[in-house]
């Protein structure tokens, strides 16, 4: 079986993102990005997957410009067999993304596509479930836990009230909780290693997918500040300072 | 003029408060607003349903293969009934986040997720980037809106309403691709994290799992529900769903009190609705100072015990 992994480029977790003064975006300029954390624990996953003898072969994919190639690359590092690019300099919005993705399976016919939970920088938390649903195949989101059995696998994912189970047929998309694996670091040697794997370049108008219905992204605004807090000495102050706030 | 449909959102017994908070989501899009409820044995969350505040219909889908929230079940039944509406309307809970996108998919839409206010019917404000920008998105004429709702930005709906009932069976059965196993609930019987008038979390600096005792004892004398930071869950103090932030819950208590936590972006981002946040923590350095309403530094281990004495 194939495995299909979704590599996101994103502004790193630790960058503090911060709105341009004109309201037209977010300061990128010399931003340091890197592969969307969740989308390396779900990397992570498919190369233990296939290293238990469980898959022949990890693919990551990423759409985007041909800077994505970076993280890509990042992800060959990793591991990963080999890439493809879902060429596009247009700003995708996950519908397009899973239909673009729906495309890449009907050429590779994986038995899993495993993507991230959510992608730091838009907080979507779409994609998944939207490729699942154009597929028709089964979702599970949101897994702390992944265990395949044949056809099918076992999934806990990590909701409001605690773990839920379930058990989906394959394949399936699987996005990934945090708390799925740690994923490796990638050693230098790797990176050598992954220059000579194979990436592919495929354009959305080669995979026959427009951009249709996107929503329009006005205004950004920086959110609301909170007012300058206060410090109190000792545990008496602290009580009797929310005594006068009134929340005791 | 909006027709606005809400998914129910309910553990079987109860209606969970977010749906209440759609509503008051619906009312400020505007319009008739219909609520969705899926399960089996369902008719006193129907009841409560059609209780909120300018709730007109209440549209009950009882079936036995429902009872569990299978996002592909529930979104064929959202679809069978969905026609005729301009808004279909989830909150942003791990529920809603698991079927909303499933339902816009199928409608051939993109979503909005975390509605955080409304600006027009087809336009809204959500946070992005863990909340660092707030941006307004703006549906295309003539396309369904197909939305989450950020709870933490809404009040819940008065249950002074008085909807009618519909009762109606499946329009589909179940697939068969995808089977409910169970639940586990670690947590006991405190409040719930996003209801909560006063939460209590811990973060790495409690240490252990025993150590969290005193989170426990403080937050059973506040009657407060117990939080917790990425950190202390990952290292197995607590249960997962006592995570705040950016990837756990997204919360909006009266009082946030955050012991031995650093105060991390992420973190940062599921507590800003908060009314009041106090930090304690030995750091004073700690990022978490920037954010409090009130700090104290110390030994939270030093500083729990005098806080209780103080309360009796
Ligand atoms: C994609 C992604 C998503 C994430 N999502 C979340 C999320 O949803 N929620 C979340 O919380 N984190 C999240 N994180 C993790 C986040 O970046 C931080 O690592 C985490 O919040 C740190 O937890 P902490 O503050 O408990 O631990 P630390 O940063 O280690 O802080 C511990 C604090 O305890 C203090 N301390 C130690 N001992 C004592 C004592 N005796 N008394 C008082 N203070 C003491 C220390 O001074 C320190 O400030 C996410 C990270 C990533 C990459
Ligand atoms: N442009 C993209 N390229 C590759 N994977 C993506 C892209 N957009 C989204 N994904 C995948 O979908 C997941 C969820 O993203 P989102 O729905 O945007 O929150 C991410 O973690 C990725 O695995």
Not at chain 1, 91 to 120: H, W
Request: with cysteine; proline share 4%.
């Amino acid at each position: 079986m194939k495995i299909l992994v979704g590599i996101k480029r994103v502004v790193d977790y630790n960058v503090r993102v911060r709105v341009l003064a004109d309201g037209s975006g977010v300061d990128t300029d010399g931003v340091k990005m890197s592969v969307n954390p969740f989308d390396e624990i779900a990397l992570e996953e498919a190369l233990r997957i296939r290293d238990a003898g469980n898959a022949e072969e990890v693919i990551v994919v990423s759409a985007g410009g041909d800077e994505c190639q970076q993280q890509l690359r990042t992800g060959l590092a990793m591991g990963a067999d080999r890439a493809i690019q879902i060429q596009t300099s247009e700003g995708l919005q996950p519908l397009s993304t899973a239909r673009a993705f729906l495309k890449v399976i009907e050429r590779e016919d994986p038995g899993l596509v495993l993507l991230g939970k959510q992608a730091i920088d838009d907080d979507n938390c779409q994609t998944g479930q939207m490729l699942a649903a154009l597929w028709e195949r089964p979702q599970a989101t949101s897994a702390s836990k992944l265990e395949l059995n044949g056809n099918s696998a076992t999934v806990v994912r990590e909701v409001d009230a605690g773990l839920e189970t379930i058990e989906i047929d394959l394949p399936a998309v699987v996005t990934v909780d945090l708390r799925l694996n740690e994923p490796r670091f990638v050693k230098l040697p790797d990176i050598m290693k992954a220059k000579r794997k194979p990436m592919d370049v495929v354009s959305l108008e080669e995979l026959g997918v427009a951009i249709e219905g996107n929503l329009e992204i006005g205004h950004y605004a920086p959110p609301p500040q909170r007012e300058q807090g206060i410090m109190v000495e000792d545990a008496a102050q602290l009580v009797e300072e929310l005594k006068n706030r009134g929340l005791l | 003029m909006s027709k606005i449909l809400i998914i129910a959102e309910h553990d079987g017994q109860s209606l969970n408060i977010s749906t209440a908070k759609c509503v008051t989501c619906a009312q400020a899009i505007g319009g008739n607003i219909d609520i969705a409820v899926f399960g089996s044995g369902i008719e006193t969350i129907a009841a409560e349903a059609a209780s909120l505040e300018s709730v007109a219909r209440v549209i009950a889908v009882d079936a036995e293969h429902l009872s569990a929230p299978i996002a592909a079940n529930w979104a064929n039944e959202v679809l069978a009934i969905a026609d005729g509406y301009s808004h279909l309307l989830g909150p942003s809970t791990t529920l809603g986040k698991d079927l909303m996108p499933r339902i816009a998919a199928l409608a051939g839409v993109n979503q909005v997720s975390d509605i955080m206010a409304v600006n027009a019917p087809t336009s809204f404000k959500r946070p992005i980037y863990a909340g660092n920008a707030i941006i307004d998105v703006e549906v295309p004429a003539g396309a369904t809106v197909v939305a989450t709702v950020r709870i933490a930005s809404w009040q819940a709906a008065a249950t002074t309403g008085g909807g009618s009932v519909e009762v109606r069976s499946a329009s589909s059965n179940a697939v068969k691709h995808t089977r409910y196993v169970g639940l586990k609930s670690g947590g006991g019987e405190r409040p719930d994290l996003q209801s909560a008038q006063r939460v209590v979390s811990g973060g790495r600096g409690v240490g252990s799992e025993e150590n969290f005792k005193v989170i426990y004892s403080l937050a059973d004398k506040l009657g407060a529900g117990v939080g917790a930071s990425r950190a202390a869950v990952d290292a197995g103090y607590v249960p997962n769903e006592m995570q705040v932030g950016q990837t756990g819950k997204i919360i909006s208590p009266d009082l946030y009190m955050a012991f031995g936590i650093s105060g991390a972006i992420q973190h940062v981002t599921g507590i800003k609705d908060a009314g009041t946040i106090v930090a304690i923590n030995k750091d004073s350095e700690s990022p978490i100072f920037e954010i409090a309403d009130i700090g104290l530094v110390g030994d939270l281990f030093k500083i729990i015990p005098e806080l209780e004495k103080l309360l009796d």
